[in-house]
């Protein structure tokens, strides 16, 4: 059986934050971005 624990807000930001620098460093991921800041578009890689 699982256990429930709380965490804080603080906690889930720095979970966020570091699984977005990890994806951002990705040179698909930034494709991705610049194609939709270019045209409007997602891309699909």
């Known amino acids: 059986m699982a256990k429930h624990s709380e965490v804080d807000e603080q906690y ?3 979970l966020e ?3 977005f ?3 951002i460093a990705e ?3 930034q494709m991705r ?3 939709m800041l270019k045209t409007g578009k ?3 890689n």
Do not use: F, I, W
Request: aromatic share 0%; charged share 30%.
């Open 12 to 14: 889930l930001l720095d």
């Open 17 to 19: 934050r570091e699984a």
């Open 21 to 23: 620098l990890s994806l």
């Open 27 to 29: 040179p698909k991921t």
């Open 33 to 35: 971005m610049q194609h």
């Open 42 to 44: 997602p891309l699909r």
